[in-house]
Every structure is written in C-alpha cells, then in structure tokens.
C-alpha cells in the first residue's frame, strides 16, 4: 500500500526533472547565503546550473504528450524503434533524412522519419516512450530544440511541418 495516491504520483513523476532543477537552484541560493565570496560565487553557479536544467525539463515535458496511442518506441544506440501492431519499424538516426510533424484523419499528432533507401516510419506522438524521440532529435546535426518543440503545438488545421531535414549525406572516412 502507497502513502501517495496513484494519480498525483503518476503527475510527480511527470514533473520530477523540473522539481529535482528546482530543488538544484534553491540549493544555490542556500549556498549563497552562507556568506563570502566564495559561496556567492559557488552558489550562483549552482543556481545556473539548476535554471539551465530546469530549461531543458521545461523543453522535455512540453514533448511529453499525453493519451495512448498504439506501440512503444525505443531509442538505443542511434537507432529508433517502433514496435506496433500495425506500421511499426526501424530508423537508423546516421540513415534519417527527414523529420515531419503530420496528423492523421483524426488530428493525432504523428512523428514521419523519412530515410532514403527503406521505408518511411510514422510514429505517434502519444506512443509509450515517445518522450525519448526529443533526445534523439535533438542529436541531429543542426536539430533546433525549440522548432521540434514548437511542432507540437500544431493544430491539425495548419498542416504538416518539418522539424528537421539533413541538408548533406556524411562522409565516409
């Protein structure tokens, strides 16, 4: 038995990277308090390294999107995965080509990895471990965290967007 109820731990656990930044920065300035130059000056790093946390929190939870939607991804070393019941796949993040926001007939939001050569793999953005997506993309080269974001607060009515296209192939070496 769970002193916690179960939905306000499932919405800790949501938050948790933004509470655990938080809790960083008002261990600054706790330092800061102490007296001195030296802790000012570490106390203040602290609290810019808890604020630059609680940015990237901040971006990660916007990308958590919620519903359930069919498959789960993974992501591990440098590969996606899709596992689902129906269209699920594999995208090399070396092989990726192009990223797409799409909505379906109903107005759910999909992830579209295009990679030259195989399949285009449509992932829901509702999928279990689709949080996971933002690290990867995020990897890309010249991937901009707040576009990729952004794309999430598409309405269905405005259309697809492209988050990321790669504008060179890599050099073998």
Request: proline share 6%; glycine share 14%.
């Amino acid at each position: 038995m769970s002193v916690i109820r179960p939905e306000l731990l499932a919405r800790l656990l949501r938050w948790r990277e933004l509470l655990g930044a938080l809790a960083i920065a008002a261990g600054g300035v706790w330092v800061m308090t102490w007296g001195g130059a030296f802790y000012l000056g570490l106390g203040l790093l602290i609290v810019l390294t808890g604020l630059g946390l609680g940015l990237s929190a901040i971006r990660q939870l916007r990308f958590r999107v919620g519903g359930s939607a069919p498959g789960i991804v993974q992501v591990d070393e440098g590969q996606i995965t899709y596992l689902a019941p129906q269209g699920g796949g594999f995208v090399a993040l070396s092989e990726l080509d192009e990223v797409e926001m799409v909505f379906d007939l109903t107005g759910a939001r999909l992830w579209r990895l295009s990679q030259s050569g195989f399949p285009t793999v449509t992932i829901p953005a509702a999928a279990q471990g689709a949080e996971a997506l933002f690290d990867a993309f995020v990897s890309l080269p010249g991937a901009r965290p707040g576009h990729i974001v952004a794309a999430l607060d598409r309405r269905p009515g405005q259309g697809p967007v492209t988050v990321w296209r790669r504008t060179r192939r890599p050099a073998l070496t």
